[in-house]
């Protein structure tokens, strides 16, 4: 990783969200200095209360997506810009749509034009959500996908698809070294306990005793990457000369009822299963191909799905318990 630590300085946009704070605290680690950037709109600033203090972490809280928003940043140049800034949980997009465009298009214009200034490597953090519902499986960085354009989705996948298409035309016509990874369903501490993915909404319900709400059947499949894997691949891309797009993901396939299931035997819960509605265009299967990621990063997913599970079930155990609002006092 000597090229990484050559860049010496960070930005992270999003990095007070699930997977940015992760990558701030490895990036930390690995002895850059780190600006988060985040507007916290689905970023959490109780993410990085471990790096606040740290030397050579910065957090700024700022929307990226105004013109010029990353232009007087404090304590530049930057050697790296990693591009995570994005609302990325279906129940965030679909309630934040133009603003998931925004973040794909003007944020990533954004951080492109930084990376351009800084003469920096810029890490577009893009998604297996630009595959849509594949009918390719599993799916290679080759396939275009099976996007529809109009559906509920679209927000997301194609502010994402445009973003890979602007790095792709600013490494063309500006020389920008930009790469685009593409990022799998990932799990882990520091998911928002409502934010309404399959790993966080079932964990919260089995240590509640709740019913585990699952859609349709359940017979649809995600492959699972626990984020310490994820982080580890993006610092590896970030570390390269690949441009990618690289996938990034879990190797298990498993279904979302099969997800429930362990997660109950995990929590040794007594919760059952209940099932509500598919959302639309909800994908049926979904694993990524990662030949590129071993062959060309030397990456590889390691934490196995009962240790991850078991992290990430102990994190939310211990989120405090949301108390009701105190009763205003009588007269007022
Ligand atoms: N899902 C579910 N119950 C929930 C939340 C999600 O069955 O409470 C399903 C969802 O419909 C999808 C899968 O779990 O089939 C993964 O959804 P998630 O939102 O975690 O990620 P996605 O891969 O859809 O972005």
Redesign the pocket.
Known sequence: MARLRDMRRAVVTGGAGFIGSHLCERLLEDGLRVLAVDNLLSGDRRNLTALEGRPGFRFLERDICAPGALEDLPGGPYGLVMHLACPA??ADYLRLPLETLEAGSSGTRNALELARRDGSRLLLASTS?VYGDPQEHPQRETYWGHVNPVGPRSVYDEAKRFAEALVTAHRGARGTDAAIVRIF?TYGPRMRPGD????P??VRQALAGEPL???GD?S?T?SLCYVDDTVEGLVALAASELDGPVNIGGDEEIS?AELARRIIALTGSRSHISH?G??DD??VR?RPDTTLAREGLGWAPRTSWEHGLKRTVSWFAELPVPQPPAPSPAGR
């Open positions: 949980s279906p959500e369903n309404g993915r399959a790993v909404t079932f709400t699952v859609a359940g649809q995600r979302i509500i598919l959302p909800d994908p979904r």
